[in-house]
């Protein structure tokens, strides 16, 4: 019996960090931010537990008392209202988030252009719901969108764009003036813009752009949020989308359908709690991160008779260009098996990740030392 899912590949990165656990490995593959986490946010979720507040179905757009706070967090770092009564849906992270974007607002055989190297799950995700993925790789040493290779992508099937920014792997940040231009494309062709923005906190040197600020283009932009990253909450499965009413209500019907009361209460009175009484952390991760970055660059730059760089904007990830002709997928295999590092082949992410590898600076500082201590032993033998 064939299903449609039969062609598709469960995650590597997920079978690559399963298989680096098995072995006893440093990992510095999966996107894992390793913080301390403040007793606050956890006592949230016991009290919710506690107090009989996580007995009974909540409301499918999410508490009321976190999508309000949501609401102010954007106000106060954008001067962007979103409405907590119809704009804001929290739920069971960005990605199911995604996944109740796409099969509220597009249809099997309408496509979907994808900038690539992108996020795992996005390159199989519209497949499985006959989604056509159009992918379009980025181009030059800082993986930028090129206006004209997105053009060029588009056909009267096109329904939507979907942006990773941050970028997970290549650590882009795209400027102002770029997303303009994907702000314009996706208003003369009358397309929808999916912006995942996960890791908005972590940019390095440059500004970020947020895309509410194209305010004419509200009802066009759809935006992707996550405690997983900001907060360190990976295993809690908290996310938000923000959109227009016309689009959220649309979303909210099918959100329903596949989460049935949002995300899980106890870790939503969590997140309430990081945003009101922990609302620095995020930043304070990010100079964590920062120092880490560094750290990693170092390393790196020690090895450049193997590996060529280029310095991350955002998000918490090198991506390495290997500069030997060995693929990337038996070098990842290689360096896990003989040195006991894990990193995740560039190929992963599709078009243009071929001959990469990405390592996460979100790692722990000794996980970073140790990683790379191996890594000089096992190439400079």
């Not at 399963?18 to 606050?40: C, D, E, N, R, W």
């Not at 098996?337 to 390592?359: C, D, H, M, Q, W």
Request: hydrophobic letters at 40%; glycine letters at 6%; aromatic letters at 12%.
């Amino acid at each position: 019996m064939k299903f449609k899912t039969t062609e598709l590949k469960f995650s590597p990165i997920k079978d690559i960090q399963a298989k680096a656990q098995k072995q006893g490995a440093v990992s510095l593959a999966q996107g894992i931010p390793y913080f301390f986490i403040p007793h606050g946010i956890h006592q949230a979720a016991i009290e919710a537990i506690s107090g009989g507040k996580a007995d009974f179905y909540g409301l499918p757009a999410g508490i009321l008392e976190l999508r309000k706070r949501i609401s102010e967090r954007h106000l106060n770092e954008e001067g962007i209202f979103y409405d907590p009564e119809n704009e804001i849906l929290v739920t069971a992270g960005a990605l199911q988030g995604l996944a109740a974007v796409l099969l509220a607002l597009l249809s099997p055989g309408d496509e979907l252009i994808i900038p690539t190297p992108t996020y795992f799950p996005f390159l199989n995700l519209p497949k499985v719901m006959g989604i056509k993925p159009v992918f379009v790789p980025l181009v030059g040493s800082e993986w930028k969108i090129s206006p004209n290779n997105l053009r060029s992508s588009i056909s009267p099937k096109t329904k939507a764009i979907l942006l990773c920014h941050p970028n997970n792997p290549t650590g882009t940040v795209f400027s102002q003036q770029e997303l303009a231009a994907i702000v314009e494309i996706a208003r003369k062709h009358d397309l929808l813009l999916i912006v995942d923005e996960v890791y908005r906190y972590f940019v390095y040197g440059a500004p970020y752009t947020s895309p509410g600020e194209f305010h004419k283009d509200k009802l066009r932009i759809i935006r992707l949020m996550s405690f997983s990253k900001a907060y360190s909450l990976s295993g809690w499965r908290v996310g938000y989308i923000l959109a227009d009413h016309l689009l959220s209500q649309e979303i909210l019907k099918v959100h329903e359908m596949t989460a049935t009361a949002s995300a899980s209460l106890p870790a939503q009175y969590a997140a309430l709690s990081a945003l009101t009484y922990f609302p620095d952390l995020p930043h304070d991760f990010a100079n964590i991160l920062s120092s880490r970055r560094e750290r990693m660059r170092k390393r790196l730059e020690k090895l450049s008779d193997f590996f060529e760089l280029s310095e991350p904007k955002g998000a918490y990830y090198f991506f390495v260009r290997l500069k030997s002709s060995m693929d990337d997928k038996v070098f990842a295999k290689v360096l896990l098996e003989k040195a006991g590092v894990a990193v995740i082949p560039g190929s992963t992410f599709g078009l243009g990740g071929e001959g990469y590898f990405r390592l996460s600076f979100a790692a722990k500082e000794n996980e970073i030392e140790e990683a790379f201590d191996l890594m000089e032993e096992y190439l400079c033998r």
